[in-house]
């Protein structure tokens, strides 16, 4: 089928900005309904305590006050519930996880009690009126410590070791054997927080006359909250409508199902009123999903020439006091994308799930793949180091070949397709990689000290083959042609910034001929579109947008039919050519979609049998995930006198296949690449000993600011896949996935005159100037 | 309770309030005005900067009170789909948000910024927008969107519409 060229590959501006920009957007907040009460939770000030007592009695005296609730009182109701986990793994242990603690509060900000007053203001100030009685326990926070052994999280458990996964493939031992040298670092991928602007935002409306349940909430899978909702409170699926209005990012965190949403859904049912809760930043910090968090003990064998054999690891996940939704499935990732865009022949690697009293990691932005591809990223230039060779060839040397796809890794999964020298080169021109080189050995004369940092990614995204995932992995469209030739799109993808109601329309304009102002893409509400998975793992496009081309497939074999049977034609001599209906070599002869559908609509002159109506519903199963790569080179200027490292240049060569959109494209490139250097440079979770979250609000967690950002420089090579009909990958999360090690390898590179390996990130001026300043005995020169 | 007289985007209100509400949440549930937003309680992250005289203010800071007997411009005020103001046809064009949510505080921050300088460098522009936060654009398209609305703001363009913007499409 021909498309019209202009609009795939535009930069459209997106059709959902101009309620964005005038402030008449629609977020769960700005939802208001009559006779709204408002939920807030009280929440455990301590890592580990026992819970004597919860007495919630004063705070129902407090004015304004219209309910109150600990756990007891929610079990007493009837709602005994465990917040569910979706991923499994052999021998996983999943401890109950109630909405509310019942007589153990696990980590800062489990909540304990919940109160509903008339105002906001007031159900705040009732939350101080709830009295909980505690018995400080000793946390387990330190990842290695918690594996060890006691205390434990879960005592009943007896270990906090939650599951132990291995991976090895290949002949490892042979690998190792024929290694020249063998590298071993102990890696740090800090915990992250993931800060989407919207805090967690849900308003239920238990409708008693009709006995059904709405729940807007800011959430990326608003049907399989509802499936998984209908189930815990006990409803008929059919009761339970969610709609994901406006939402303000997600990145992963809202891909969950969370026990506030469950709690104020109960608590509308209860109480036959709608129930609001927002959460504040504070609590977005401590009790919304964090990402990350893994300790890997890595031996990487290598030939003197640079080629890689084999890789061992020992990979520590932390996960947190409980399971959310994607907990433990997370880490799992880790070992199939280790290997990276390399050939290796042994892999032999272990994960270890373990339990700690801090909030739940979950998906954040990448979920399981940066940890991979910061590793072996860092790992590649460790080689290089430890053999004198430009990290660059060292690259080139194991880089799986553009003429071996589809490439079977050794960790079992099938590259769709690729070309990474091709990325990598574009990158190389881009920087002028030898003048670089230069000016840092001139530069280094001076005392000035400039890093070059290479990082040449895969990923695995499109999530995915519905065998190979803990949810369906399909994704679902519908198209309307509409009597007046508008065309509706119901898209079973949740989109929250991604753009996909500009994206889609575009797919439409171009493949059905329509102008794009007369395409509408609806989504994000479970009684209006049909089942849908959401937006995760970079899939949007990759599965609901595949989903759409084969519901447009359907309609246009739908329309050829009808126009051939209108001009008497054989249905094999028309086709679909530049977004008309015409019969092949005879472009006298041509109908618009439009006029197809108006006759589909009206119901005369269709051919004998078919029926009436131009629609399609149609889902796509993925074949494969798909694997968009990229090159990225960061170049940095570390002071020597305040140990800040500064990006100077930051060139990002991605490919994800083919592109609808560049101007949308482009801007998720540039916020993947600001999470993926906040990684390295900035943000880092911090929970003390006893597990108070120190980095809990915006003046302690060090998101980043315009001011410590820079101007990225992007460009693309275009490799389609062949996993989906419109050839494209995902790019969300790309561009995190690409940076975080360009900026590490960047600075180590810089600070390698120092002989400094490795520091752990955030590279934080302070461990900067002290690796600068540290004398022969690793002690620091004041 | 006290009453307070404020004037916002250009209509006069008189209210009863509490003394500790503070002028997001009279913005927002009081007046309706939905479009300045909240992200944080500590003043941190920009959501919910409004004009105050004409100056930009995080409205999570001030209490409704204390606004009283002066004009406050929020985003509904700054243009509307008939009218865009050119920083928000600029942040349209140069695909200066995603979720949207720190947009509204972030266009009214971009216009206080080119009230104070009207033709900034980007180091000024990045500077003087580091009191908004952001996650999803890395900021690179505001700081182009900022470019654009300060050389359009220079050559005295009219405002445009929606409407005259949207067939056009690409940007």
Redesign the interface.
Known sequence: MSTIPSMIGSPIRRREDPRLITGRATYVDDVKMVGTVYAAFVRSPYGHAKVRSVDVSAAKERPGVVAAYAAADLIAAGLNVSIPVAADLPGLKKPAHPPLAIDEVRFVGEPVAVVVANTPYAARDAVEAVAVEYDQLEAAIDLEKAAAGPPYVHEDLGTNVAFVMPVKTGDPEAAFAEADVVVKERIVNQRLIPCPMEPRSMLAHWDTGAAHLTLWTSTQIPHLLRTNLALLLGLGEIKVRVIAPEVGGGFGAKLNLYGEEIVVSWLSTQLGRPVKYIETRSENFAAMTHGRDQIQYIEVGAKKDGTITGLRMKIFANLGAYHQLLTPGIPTFTPLMSPGCYKLTGFDCEVTGVFTNTMATDAYRGAGRPEATFMIERAIDLVALELGLDPVDVRRKNFIGSGEFPFTTITGLTYDSGNYAASLDKALELVDYKGLRAKQEELRKQGRYLGIGFSTYVEVCGMGPSAAMPAPGWDSAQVRVEPTGSVTVMTGISPHGQGEETTFAQIVSAELGVPIDSVSVIHGDTDKVQYGVGTFGSRGTAVGGAALKLAIDSIQAKAVKIAAHQWEANPDDVEYKDGKITVKGDPSKSMTTAEVGFTAFRGVGLPPGLEPGLDATRRFEPPNFVYPFGAHVCVVEVDADTGEAKIVRYIAVDDCGRVINPLIVDGQIHGGLAQGIAQALYEEAVYDENGQLVSGTFMDYAMPRAHQLLAFETDRTTTPSPVNPLGVKGVGEAGTIGSTPAVVNAVMDALAPFGVKNIDMPLRPEKLWKAMHANSNGKVNE | METVNIEVNGRSYSNEV?P??LLV?YL?DTL???????????S??G?CTVLLDGISVKSCTVFAAQAGGHAVT???G????GA?HPM?EA???K?G????????GM?VSCIDLLRRNPDPS??E???G???????????????RAVRAAAAAMKADEPRRS?AE???????
């Open positions: 509490e500790r509400l949440h927002r309706g005005l939905t479009g300045t937003h909240v992200g944080c309680d500590t941190s992250c959501a929020t985003i509904e700054i243009g509307n789909s865009l928000q942040f349209w064009a695909h948000l995603q979720c949207g949510f720190c947009t509204p266009i980007d180091a522009i990045r500077a927008i580091e009191g908004n936060l952001c996650r999803c654009t890395g900021y690179e398209n505001i700081v929606v913007l949207l067939p056009v499409g690409a940007s």
